[in-house]
């Protein structure tokens, strides 16, 4: 699997979310915080500058959370998040190097969209025993886009980020058939707007 580099682009990474998608990069990654209970054990993959810790942080719940990314610049700035009521553990890696388990509820923010499809069925299946018996894995990230503005702002994206950090995904993974291939159901899911969704899954027992 391919290591995307993010480091170049960390210093400008959220400003940049913000003029191409405004608020609902961060709308999705709320949409189902609920879902997040009292005192769970929590894995964030992939977290990049750590937005999801001040949402988490802002539902004011006494969370332990393992904070995973590869990009040293990113996980440098996710450490300056404020996480009052989180006891935050910050790991730089790929997720799979990773030993932790135990986990009630997986995050996974637009994390599998940079991967091309076999990839992300690799990862849906490392991830999934690391889940306790009940335990979910939210889900946000973008899908296949319906409309001519979207399609064209999905391949500039993918352009810029395959020059920026090297991936080798060039379209938007069929999330569906690969959570069922791997083994896992959903239990609800939430658009957010243009071709973004939120969606909460289970491993299937």
Request: hydrophobic share 45%.
């Amino acid at each position: 699997m391919v290591r995307p580099d993010y480091n170049r682009i960390a210093w400008c990474y959220d400003a940049l979310a913000r003029v191409v998608f405004g608020p609902l990069l961060e709308r999705a990654k709320q949409a189902l915080l609920e879902e997040v209970r009292e005192g769970s054990k929590v894995l964030v993959v992939g977290g990049g500058t750590g937005k999801i810790l001040a949402c988490l942080g802002a539902k004011g719940k006494a969370l332990s959370v393992d904070f995973v990314e590869l990009s040293a610049n990113m996980l440098a700035r996710a450490r300056r998040q404020k996480t009052t009521n989180l006891a935050v553990r910050f790991h730089q890696g790929d997720i799979r190097g990773t030993n932790g388990a135990g986990y009630d509820v997986i995050i996974t923010n637009f994390f599998f969209s940079q991967f091309r499809s076999a990839e992300v069925a690799e990862l849906l299946l490392a991830l999934k025993p690391k889940l306790v018996a009940g335990g979910v894995l939210l889900f946000s990230d973008f899908t296949a886009p319906a409309c001519f503005s979207d399609r064209l702002t999905g391949k500039l994206m993918y352009l810029f980020f395959r020059l920026a950090t090297g991936i080798k995904a060039s379209r938007f993974p069929d999330y569906a058939s690969l959570f069922t291939g791997a083994g896992f159901t959903q239990l609800k899911a939430r658009p957010v707007g243009r071709n973004i969704v939120a969606a909460l899954y289970k491993p299937v027992a």
